[in-house]
């Protein structure tokens, strides 16, 4: 069966036309998918011919709600989806004063193995679709009668681990005739797999590329982060300086402050000499606490302590407010109290 959703609407309309059905039919189908239509016969404005032959030939990529939490404080909704075979993931709406966005998630699981991570405590199960990862922002907005804005890939998964899905993606949640979600309103996080930064830069789209550092030196960010054993943090701010100006974009980083762990005087001013002269942004956001890691976020002072050695020597950061603290809308956390 074939993954209709995942197709550009020039190879809907070819796979279409190839069938002996008429080109405008593909936007119609189009047209419904970005509805969030879940079925062929939902179609209504499509003859039965073409719906029988939909229906025996393709498959519509679902992301069913299996459970939806909303937070008390700020009304982020946190959703558990159910796919096609059964698997597990999460996406996270958030509501700004700009719009609602969303955080997606990109596989099923992640093989990074991050041990500050929910979702890398889990292990791995599969990559997502293009259409999967779609499928996620319109059941959010059929459930929420809401129109989202602003899309970061930072659920669970690691987006550059899956890169010709995530590729395929962001051109079709982009597309005017789709989604329409602009470029400038999408975030890509990595871990930091350098050759893939290289790689998504000839694409240079006009998107956000974050980095997740959380660590000014190899010593401590191999330590939590596995993939820096395989690409130091030399080589990947090498990528991120490259990526600038190969892009124009500025990149930003993440950095989630662990007591004890990362937040030292002595790491904020190895920080600052590492991203020194770089036209960057770091997001500094306290850890979150997950079970099993024994990891406890940065007392406040220490949160301001850090920021304010970056700020006087020119690395604009802030600390960012974390949202829907009562629903563990931190992505991996859910799934993991579901599943295992
Ligand atoms: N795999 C990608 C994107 C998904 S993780 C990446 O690692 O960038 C999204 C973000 O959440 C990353 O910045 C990640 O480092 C961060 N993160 C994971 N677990 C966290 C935790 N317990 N507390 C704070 N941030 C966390
Ligand atoms: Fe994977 Fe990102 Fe979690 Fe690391 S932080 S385990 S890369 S999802």
Redesign the pocket.
């Known amino acids: 069966m074939k993954d209709i959703k995942s197709l550009y609407l020039s190879e809907l309309e070819e796979f279409i036309t190839e069938n002996g059905f008429p080109k405008f039919r593909a936007r119609q189908i189009f047209d419904w998918f970005k509805k969030g239509a879940t079925a062929f016969d939902e179609m209504r404005n499509l003859p039965k011919k073409l719906i029988d032959f939909l229906s025996g030939s393709c498959y519509i990529s679902v992301a069913n709600i299996e459970k939806k939490l909303v937070s008390r404080y700020d009304k982020t909704v946190k959703y558990l989806f159910c796919l096609n075979d059964g698997e597990y993931i999460e996406s996270v709406v958030m509501s700004y004063h700009h719009g609602y966005s969303i955080c997606v998630s990109t596989q099923v699981g992640?093989k990074?193995?991050?041990t500050f991570?929910a979702?890398?405590k889990s292990g791995f199960s599969r990559s997502l679709t293009a259409s999967e990862i779609l499928a996620q922002i319109e059941s959010a907005q059929k459930d929420l009668n809401i129109r989202i804005s602003n899309v970061v890939l930072m659920g669970?998964?690691?987006p550059l681990d899956n890169f010709d899905n995530v590729i395929r993606f962001l051109r079709l949640v982009s597309d005017e005739n789709g989604l329409n979600i602009g470029m400038r309103h999408i975030t890509l996080s990595t871990?930091g797999i350098v050759p893939r930064i290289y790689d998504l830069a000839e694409y240079k789209f006009a998107l956000t590329l974050s980095v997740?550092l959380h660590a000014p030196d190899n010593e401590t960010r191999s330590r939590t982060?596995p993939?820096n054993n395989r690409y130091p943090i030399e080589q990947l701010i090498k990528a991120c300086r490259d990526y600038f100006d190969t892009t124009g974009r500025r990149v930003s980083f993440e950095y989630a402050m662990i007591d004890g762990v990362n937040d030292t005087d002595e790491c904020a001013f190895k920080l600052a000499a590492l991203l020194k002269g770089m036209n960057c942004h770091v997001n500094f956001i306290p850890v979150n606490a997950v079970k099993g890691t024994g990891y406890i976020k940065s007392r406040t002072e220490r949160q301001k302590a850090f920021v304010e050695i970056l700020s006087k020597r020119g690395v604009t950061a802030t600390v960012r407010r974390t949202l829907g603290n009562d629903i563990n809308a931190s992505c991996?956390q859910l799934r993991r109290n579901t599943v295992n």
Do not use: P
Request: glycine letters at 26%.
């Open positions: 992640c990074m193995g991050c991570c979702t890398g669970m998964g690691e871990c997740s982060m993939i991996g």
